[in-house]
C-alpha cells in the first residue's frame, strides 16, 4: 500500500466495471475538494481515506454533493475523510486569506484571472469590487497601493474579508460593506456625493465576479451617472464574469452584457475566456468602459 500510487489503489481495489477512477483534487489549504461521479459514491469513503493517505499535506477530504444553488455561492459538500476542519489558509498572489471552505465562495483555479485584473489597476485608480468574496481581487489590489471599496452579500464572506484586510494590512486601502451587489455602486456613489466616503473620490473600475448571474445586474448602471455632480465623475471601466455556453461565445457575451444594460457597448471592450468549465461551456469575463448613453 506505501509503494503504491492513489490511482494504482483505486484501480485495484475498485469494481472494475466503474468508467472512471478519480484520484483529481482541488488543494484548499490543509483541504482536499473532490467531484465525484454518481457511479463513484458508493466508494466515496474509502476513496477519500486513499486521498488522505497519499497526501501528507492533506487533513480533510470533502466530495461536492450538488452544485452552486444559493444566493451565497456556497455548495453542499460532505466530509469523507480527515479531520473535518473546513477553516482554511490559502497564500494567493502575495496575500494570506483565512475562511471557512464550506461558508463561503473560494476557487483556487482563477488565480490566474485574480492576477490578470489586479495587474489592470493602475496606480491612483479605485476600484468597486461589487462580490468580492473574501477578497482575492479587493486584496492584492490594496497590496499594490490601490483603493477599494469591497463589498459581499454573505456574512460569513463578510466577515473573513474584513478578516483578511486586518490579516494582511491593507485596512487604510479597503472599505468593506455587507450588502447586495445591486445597490453597493449606488450607496458608494452616494456617500462620494454627500463627502462621506473614504478621501478616496469615485471609482474607475467595477469587478463583478458572480459568473452565474453578474451579467443580470448590469441595469443598475442604467442612469447612475445622471446628476450635474456625478456628471464629472469618471466613467468606471466593468469588468463582468459570466457563463456563456456559445456556440459563439464572444458574441453571445456581448449580446446578453447590452440586453442588460439597455444599451449598446463602445468600442473600448474586450472579451476574455477565463477556462473551460465542462463540455461547452465557458467562464467569460466582458470588460468595457460603461457607455455614456447608459450612464447618463
Known amino acids: 500500500y506505501d509503494s503504491w500510487s492513489a490511482?494504482?489503489?483505486?484501480?485495484?481495489?475498485?469494481?472494475?466495471?466503474?468508467?472512471?477512477?478519480?484520484?483529481?483534487?482541488?488543494?484548499?489549504?490543509?483541504?482536499?475538494?473532490?467531484?465525484?461521479?454518481?457511479?463513484?459514491?458508493?466508494?466515496r469513503f474509502f476513496i477519500g481515506q486513499v486521498i488522505l493517505d497519499k497526501n501528507k499535506a492533506i487533513r480533510t477530504v470533502v466530495n461536492k454533493t450538488k452544485n452552486i444553488a444559493s444566493e451565497f455561492r456556497v455548495f453542499?459538500?460532505?466530509?469523507?475523510?480527515?479531520?473535518?476542519?473546513?477553516?482554511?489558509?490559502?497564500?494567493?498572489?502575495?496575500?494570506?486569506?483565512?475562511?471557512?471552505?464550506?461558508?463561503?465562495?473560494?476557487?483556487?483555479?482563477?488565480?490566474?484571472?485574480h492576477q490578470r485584473l489586479v495587474d489592470l489597476i493602475q496606480p491612483d485608480e479605485v476600484v468597486c469590487d461589487m462580490m468580492a468574496g473574501v477578497g482575492p481581487f479587493a486584496l492584492p489590489i490594496a497590496k499594490n497601493g490601490r483603493r477599494v471599496y469591497a463589498n459581499d452579500l454573505n456574512p460569513e464572506s463578510y466577515a473573513a474579508l474584513t478578516q483578511n484586510v486586518v490579516l494582511?494590512?491593507?485596512?487604510?486601502?479597503?472599505?468593506?460593506?455587507?450588502?447586495?451587489?445591486?445597490?453597493?455602486?449606488?450607496?458608494?456613489?452616494?456617500?462620494?456625493?454627500?463627502?462621506?466616503?473614504?478621501?478616496?473620490?469615485?471609482?474607475?473600475?467595477?469587478?463583478?465576479?458572480?459568473?452565474?448571474?453578474?451579467?443580470?445586474?448590469?441595469?443598475v448602471f442604467r442612469g447612475l451617472y445622471h446628476s450635474e455632480a456625478r456628471?464629472?465623475?469618471?466613467?468606471p471601466m466593468i469588468h463582468c464574469h459570466c457563463f456563456s455556453k456559445g456556440p459563439d461565445?464572444?458574441?453571445?457575451?456581448?449580446?446578453?452584457?447590452?440586453?442588460?444594460?439597455?444599451?449598446?457597448?463602445e468600442e473600448e471592450t474586450t472579451v476574455h475566456n477565463v477556462r473551460n468549465v465542462s463540455p461547452h461551456k465557458e467562464m467569460m469575463c466582458i470588460s468595457f468602459r460603461l457607455p455614456r448613453a447608459v450612464a447618463y
Open 168 to 219: 494582511n494590512r491593507v485596512h487604510n486601502h479597503v472599505q468593506t460593506y455587507n450588502m447586495d451587489g445591486g445597490a453597493v455602486v449606488a450607496h458608494v456613489l452616494d456617500l462620494v456625493d454627500r463627502g462621506e466616503a473614504p478621501n478616496w473620490g469615485p471609482f474607475h473600475h467595477v469587478i463583478m465576479n458572480l459568473p452565474a448571474t453578474a451579467i443580470e445586474f448590469l441595469g
Open 7 to 43: 490511482e494504482d489503489i483505486l484501480k485495484a481495489a475498485l469494481p472494475a466495471d466503474l468508467d472512471e477512477v478519480t484520484t483529481a483534487f482541488e488543494t484548499v489549504g490543509h483541504l482536499a475538494h473532490m467531484n465525484l461521479r454518481h457511479e463513484q459514491l458508493p466508494y
Open 76 to 113: 453542499p459538500m460532505e466530509v469523507i475523510a480527515g479531520d473535518g476542519d473546513t477553516r482554511c489558509e490559502v497564500r494567493e498572489n502575495g496575500c494570506r486569506y483565512q475562511f471557512d471552505f464550506a461558508k463561503v465562495y473560494w476557487n483556487s483555479r482563477l488565480h490566474t484571472e
Open 249 to 265: 461565445y464572444d458574441l453571445d457575451v456581448r449580446q446578453r452584457a447590452e440586453h442588460y444594460l439597455g444599451g449598446a457597448l
Open 231 to 235: 456628471r464629472k465623475y469618471p466613467l
